[in-house]
């Protein structure tokens, strides 16, 4: 059965920093687009960042600089290292996997984890 | 920048009747590039359709998708107590990439 768990949200204050980790089963995430998708009540859904098999990134306008994302193969593992984060990076992180397309860093996401909630305050 | 606006905000229907959600694009979505997601209360989305009209593995064909450009359409048939839920459009067929709708509540009282 494929899955994806999210673990490593927590309190952080303003300019922190945090890692989140999305452990994958059932299938590899290598060889997958593999994204974070966070949520909010007062912006929604919000996509952040991806890893293609490949190893190339993308991320969101929003975060580009701040947040990096990458993978441990041996562990099946995908990371989102969160930096100089704000009181608007508080939400709900989801990670998943991805179905990309020809177009430029455009997806659609076919598997969800449960989320790590993230909350940015002093 | 595309914006995608969902509508109704909020709808309240009985069970057997049919659900009509509506995703409209403020810029045309190229290659029908439309995703539909379902959200219940305390649970990650789901999706259930993508490329306008595919349903995803697993959907009843009670689910159905349809529209181009920039109008898009959820049917949902035969409305069943468990339906009830968010419904989210997402574009990935626009710039930028990858944006969701603000959703529609669905009831089934």
């Known amino acids: 059965e494929l899955q994806v768990v999210e673990t490593g949200g927590g309190l952080v204050q303003p300019g922190g920093s945090l890692r989140l980790s999305c452990a994958a089963s059932g299938f590899t995430v290598s060889t997958n687009y593999m994204t974070w998708v966070r949520q909010t009540p007062g912006k929604g859904l919000e996509w952040v960042s991806a890893?293609?098999?490949?190893?190339?990134?993308y991320h969101a306008d929003l975060v580009r600089g701040r947040f990096t994302i990458s993978r441990d193969n041996a562990k099946n593992t995908l990371y989102l290292q969160l930096n100089d984060l704000t009181i608007d990076d508080t939400a709900l992180y989801y990670c998943?996997?991805?179905?990309?397309?020809?177009?430029?860093?455009?997806?659609?996401?076919?598997?969800w984890g449960q989320g790590t909630l993230v909350t940015v305050s002093s | 920048e595309v914006v995608l606006t969902q509508s109704p905000g909020s709808l309240s229907l009985s069970p057997g009747e049919r659900a009509t959600l509506s995703c409209r694009a403020s810029?045309?979505?190229?290659?029908?590039?439309l995703a539909w997601y379902q959200q219940k209360p305390g649970q990650a989305p789901r999706l259930l359709i993508y490329g306008t009209s595919t349903r995803a593995s697993g959907i009843p064909d009670r689910f159905s998708g349809s529209g181009s450009v920039t109008a898009f359409t959820l049917t949902i048939s035969r409305l069943e107590p468990e339906d009830s839920a968010v419904y989210y459009c997402q574009q990935y067929g626009s710039s930028p990439p990858n944006t969701f709708g603000q959703g529609t509540k669905l009831e089934i009282k």
């Open positions: 998943a996997r991805a179905r990309g397309t020809w177009r430029h860093a455009s997806y659609y996401f076919d598997s």
């Open positions: 890893l293609h098999g490949d190893g190339t990134t």
């Open positions: 810029q045309s979505v190229s290659s029908g590039y």
